[in-house]
């Protein structure tokens, strides 16, 4: 009820809040429906359910079998947190500013639905500001500030095309900060006063001056044309666009190297894990793309154990005619090539016109059949037991026994599938994108980073980030469920009499 009335006065009231916004931007129609049940099934709830949950001793003594190993119990710990992390959403990651201080009046353009303009900051243009660049222009003019997100890259479609490295120097000789060997390539000075104009331009081979060193003047004419061999220079010219002694005397930055994407880890830049070969900010796209999996788990959760746990149930306590009948639909469905109606349903849809719920939709389609024969056979178990037959004679109906009696019976086989089922929704998601038949770019993917590091190998930092945090989420589910299914095994904790 609390996230669904948070999702409309957020639509109300023209708000972007962290994760309960997400409604809205799937569509209005979506936004609309899903929050109104949201409410209307809290309401309903807080009617008609019991005030309070009456564990049995029995579920109790499985908590506490839970809690008693270690290693699941702490890794539900850190994913719960994970969780927690991925729904500060826009607070943590994100482009917009959290807050802006400008003219004695303060703004939240990163919790409001309003895109302010450039000239709304006093700055040139009619598009949306850049709050990146804002900030760096209010630290010089000093007539406001901007506090960002720890990450101040958006997941997806947010570009970083060039960043600057500041050569040290050792000995005479030039190197990139915390590399061992000389550094080899073009770098430049810009003008002290005047930051992005250039001063010099020059090649540097094993950290000295070899080749070619170009001067330019304020207005960015050629005022100096040299040549350097091994650090020595051979000859120079100078044009007359510049004075010698005042391009000499001018204040200049340290030598810069212009670095282009894939860009490595950058402190200055917020480039914790650096950028992939489009310049997107590799943690933020990480982000994105936790947050997409979360999403993904809860309706493919939702679809596949709703159909999974109805249908598989049916079977096994109705039997007969309708248990043979969707015997024979569970195996056709279990015939059909997985891969090639995802290829099929991408080549009529297009990836760009493909989403989260029809992607989802298709994999539903694959994935609920799995469930029904635990489901069945733990029907057909429980149905001949005493309780049901003493639910019957009480008059209780098909519905009542199977939500009432049989469903918390069979929770155990629940529980223990759900964190393998949340394992396989993640590695599908990831190889379908890495294959090239996942979700658009508007979607932050793993296997687009996965796929990208591939083809950049130089580029270590998108592959081994990429690959150390999905193995850490998949070890940790696996570590779940395994406390799970070893906490909820009647034969590991019961002995005969």
């Not at 929050?35 to 809290?42: E, K």
């Not at 850049?130 to 406001?144: A, I, N, T």
């Not at 070969?277 to 990480?286: F, T």
Request: net charge neutral; charged share 20%.
């Amino acid at each position: 009820m609390l996230v669904g009335g948070l999702s409309l006065l957020g639509q109300v009231a023209g708000l972007e809040l962290p994760s309960v916004s997400w409604f809205f931007s799937v569509g209005n129609g979506f936004g609309w429906v899903s929050s109104i049940l949201l409410v209307v099934g809290g309401l309903a709830g807080l009617l008609f359910l019991p005030k309070e949950i009456r564990w049995t001793p029995v579920t109790l003594q499985r908590f506490r079998r839970f809690r008693s190993i270690r290693r699941g119990w702490w890794s539900f710990c850190v994913l719960m947190g994970l969780v927690g992390v991925a729904l500060l959403d826009q607070v943590l990651v994100g482009k917009r500013a959290l807050v802006v201080s400008h003219e004695s009046g303060l703004y939240f353009p990163a919790f409001v639905k309003q895109r302010y303009l450039a000239s709304d900051f006093g700055m040139a243009g009619e598009s949306e500001v850049s709050y990146r660049d804002l900030k760096v222009e209010m630290g010089k003019s000093g007539k406001g500030w901007v506090f960002m997100p720890l990450v101040p890259w958006d997941p997806v479609l947010d570009s970083d095309t060039m960043q600057t490295i500041t050569l040290e120097q050792r000995e005479g000789v030039y190197f990139e900060p915390g590399a061992k060997e000389a550094f080899s390539g073009r770098a430049r000075r810009d003008y002290a006063d005047t930051p992005g104009v250039k001063h010099s331009d020059l090649r540097l081979r094993k950290g000295l001056p070899d080749g070619e060193w170009l001067g330019y003047a304020r207005t960015g004419g050629l005022a100096l044309s040299a040549q350097y061999k091994a650090g020595v220079k051979e000859r120079e010219r100078w044009t007359g666009e510049m004075p010698q002694g005042e391009w000499e005397a001018a204040a200049v930055t340290d030598l810069q190297v212009a670095v282009y994407p894939p860009i490595p880890p950058l402190w200055k830049a917020r480039h914790f894990l650096g950028t992939d070969s489009k310049g997107w900010d590799v943690l933020a796209h990480i982000y994105g793309g936790w947050q997409v999996n979360l999403k993904a788990i809860l309706m493919y959760l939702g679809i596949t154990y709703g159909l999974g746990v109805m249908v598989g149930s049916l079977m096994g306590f109705l039997g007969g005619v309708f248990d043979l009948l969707m015997q024979r639909v569970i195996e056709i469905i279990e015939e059909l090539p997985f891969l090639y109606i995802i290829m099929i349903v991408v080549s009529i849809i297009t990836i760009a016109e493909m989403n989260l719920g029809i992607l989802l939709g298709v994999i539903c389609l694959f994935s609920w059949t799995g469930l029904t024969y635990s489901m069945r056979a733990l029907a057909y178990k429980e149905k001949e037991r005493d309780y049901v037959a003493a639910a019957r004679l009480q008059g209780a109906g098909t519905f009542r026994i199977l939500t009432r009696y049989l469903l918390p019976n069979m929770l155990a086989t629940l529980v223990t599938h759900i964190p393998f089922s949340v394992a396989g929704i993640i590695s599908s998601l990831t190889a379908l994108a890495f294959v090239g038949f996942g979700l658009p770019e508007t979607y932050a993917q793993w296997g687009w980073l996965f796929d990208d590091g591939m083809n950049h190998l130089n580029a270590l930092w998108i592959s081994v980030s990429m690959f150390v945090v999905m193995v850490s989420i998949l070890l940790l589910v696996t570590f779940v469920g395994e406390a799970l299914r070893e906490a909820f095994d009647p034969k590991k904790f019961s002995t005969y009499q």
